[in-house]
């Protein structure tokens, strides 16, 4: 039983998703705050089960739970803020940009000024914007969980190739509790806060993203096939689809470039090393 449980799959896939279906079931009513609070009930329920929620000492790591922890409850509130579409776009890409810098600053201190802009630039643009992109005020919640989750597939997959499975075991997390949330959605139709879910659930894969091109060996080419992912959710379709249709187009459509990132990953980091 200790042995079937300690599994990957189920520490980050299974686990995650169901946790996320009941809290986004039970909290169905709660409107915004349902689709944050699963996302992240799900993440959690990862990191209790593989690394524990000790926060010494500050890896990065644990920078990335703390800022996952920290923008959930951020998200949600700026969902209520009479703040215009471009101050919230370039609100969450700040966020997205300065918490990769704290993340990657062991690694990039070490590096001379010019040598830490030319690692760091990359990461900085890529985290602002997916979180920029899926934070969007005008978002919709079947398309938000349908990129969201492709994304968070796509990232941990691509980073256990890159051979970072903690990093690749979190991100996992945080898609399968999207899809968990995206399945409520889908069945109840009742959910709200796309923008709080996209915010709460991108910024943490952007950021492990990063960081295993930082920490692992991820290409930096990887990365800009995932930054197609949340152009995903903006694919015109009609609305006369059965809205299980839509989700799964948009999925597979946010894949594909994720699957670009796996293979590309693979192909600079050879064969998954354990």
């Known amino acids: ?56 000492p500050l890896t990065s790591t ?16 700026l969902e209520w803020a009479p703040v215009a579409a471009r101050a919230r776009l370039a609100l969450w890409f ?12 062991p690694v990039l201190a070490r590096r001379t000024p010019l040598e830490a802009v030319r690692v760091g630039l990359p990461l900085v643009l890529y985290c602002g914007w997916v979180t920029a992109a899926l934070g969007r ?24 190739f890159g051979a970072s499975a903690l990093l690749g075991q979190l991100a996992l997390a945080v898609g399968s509790a999207a899809g968990g949330v ?8 009742n959910l709200g806060g796309a923008a709080a879910v996209g915010a709460a659930a ?11 091109t930082l920490y692992a060996r991820m290409p930096v080419m990887a990365l800009v096939a995932l930054a197609l992912v949340p152009l995903a959710p903006l694919l015109p379709l009609p609305d006369r689809l059965p809205r299980w249709v839509r989700a799964a187009t948009l ?20 064969p998954v090393p354990f």
């Open 1 to 56: 039983m200790s042995t079937w449980l300690s599994h990957p799959a189920i520490q980050s896939g299974i686990a995650p998703f169901v946790a996320a279906l009941v809290v986004a079931a039970v909290l169905g009513q709660a409107g915004r705050l349902a689709g944050a609070a699963a996302v992240i009930a799900g993440l959690c329920v990862t990191v209790a089960w593989v690394t524990g929620f000790g926060m010494t």
């Open 62 to 77: 644990r920078k990335i739970i703390l800022v996952a922890l920290a923008v959930a409850p951020a998200a949600v509130a």
């Open 94 to 105: 700040g966020v997205g940009a300065v918490a990769i810098v704290w993340v990657g600053w």
């Open 137 to 160: 005020a005008t978002g919709d919640l079947l398309r938000t969980t349908s990129g969201v989750t492709a994304l968070g597939l796509a990232t941990g997959a691509a980073a256990i």
């Open 182 to 189: 995206l399945i409520v959605h889908l069945v109840r139709g």
């Open 202 to 212: 991108g910024l943490p894969i952007a950021l492990l993203g990063a960081a295993a």
């Open 251 to 270: 999925f597979a459509v946010a894949m594909a470039p994720g699957v670009v990132a796996i293979v590309l990953t693979y192909r600079a980091a050879g």
